[in-house]
């Protein structure tokens, strides 16, 4: 099979769990910002904000240290227990400290009042990090099918105890059904926005069961020495996920404390969490191509054109996350109806735009970081991210008490267009990919000068549609199969 057709429907696959299993979380958005008010989910923006950096530092990068010597390993199976085990064990003491010192730590977060959330996501934390290197197998064995089989239980059970909770049981109290004995011995209105969490921690739960096949058929060997040299390759990782953590959600953390004394956080933290969902469309995409391309990328290494494989993909990566960048901007009016009202402030806009631009060159950053995994120079993946940590925090130290949100979406811009441009230059010197750099900018130009022309023009919906058709055309045409003319030989 051609290997781009290949990664294509992978990709797909992958995409059946992820874009469409978020984009059925993303029909919770709605029922959030309608249910709560922008400092109750601002609650929520800011503890998922914590989990985002404790699930890397419990992974501590044994995902791609499985799938690079799972290449490099005679015995795949042995990679795998190894790091089985040692994720259980981490997780597990985790797990133990974070119920031992609750009470201190729920205090130290401005939350003295509810221990059981950091109880509730001490376990999720837990059990995600031990299911990630199962979900790591099934994506190395492209076994995309129950990868997505899996991921989509997840999230169906996540939704459906979302809709159960902050829906169904309010409805059944206030209507007096058949049901309200049960509800009320499960129910309790003081919990609030933590049935959020709830929903998240049984979610979690079965998908750790539905992993079980995988962990139990395991031969259960811990090799120290392999195990070291994971660790070594995985090391520069840990730092670096912890840098793009940071790049990617340290400014909701921050919002609290450099905000404005006259600005209420909480709701602030609302807001800019709410508007930075929509951009979520183009985060799934770049999500959903990093499950299929990882695997992808170490497999074709030894391929003999396998750098012009990486050139192509990164042209239609380019392509692709371009449309939705466009798609978003034009149609903000749409997209915004997804929020409640009290969620439509007129800086969303410029925020979603930013954000958008900002996931744009991530995209192409997460492209080029594949030399540095294939070189396994991955100490420079943690350079790099720590680069962009220190654009993201001085950014949003100098920007948030100035302009609020708006300077934590303007830091996260600077932060990817800067880590792309020392990947690039980067890779050019250390693992040279013929990337098409003059027509990749040309794409670029030509998404940003339509942006332009759809949203400060007062086109119809139908203008703006044929627009984005006409864009997608020209990059057609220029990406058309070129036919080679043949001479017709001379008779006479």
Known sequence: MNPLKKLAG????????SVVGRLLNYLLVPLYTRYFLPEEYGVVT???AYVAFLVIILTYGLETAFFRFSQTEKNNRVV?????????????LFIVSMFTFSESISSSIGYPNNQEYVKWFAIIIGLDAISSISFAKLRALNKATRFALIRLVNIFVNIGLNL????????AIENNLPSLNFVNSVYSS????????????FASVVTILMLLPEMINSVWIFDKKLWGKMMIYASPLLIAGLAGITNETIDRILLKYLLPDNLNASKEIGLYGAFYKLSIIMILFIQTFRFAAEPFYFAQEREVNSKKIYADVMKYFVIVISVIFLIVTTFYDFFINFLGSNYHDQRGFLVVSILLLANFFLGIYYNLSIWFKLTEKTLYGAYIAIFGAVITLVGNYFLIPKIGFVGCAIATLACYFLMTVVSFYLCKKHYPIPYNIKRLFLYFLLMISTYFILNYTNFTFILNLLTITVYVSIIYWIERPKVKETKTPKLF
């Open 190 to 201: 003081s919990v609030g926005v933590g049935y959020i969490f709830v929903a998240n921690l």
């Open 80 to 92: 795998y227990s190894t790091s089985l085990i040692s994720l259980l064990f981490t997780s597990l």
């Open 10 to 17: 992978q990709t797909a696959i992958y995409g059946l769990s």
């Open 46 to 48: 800011e503890l998922y």
């Open 164 to 171: 159960f909770f902050i829906i169904y049981c309010p409805y």
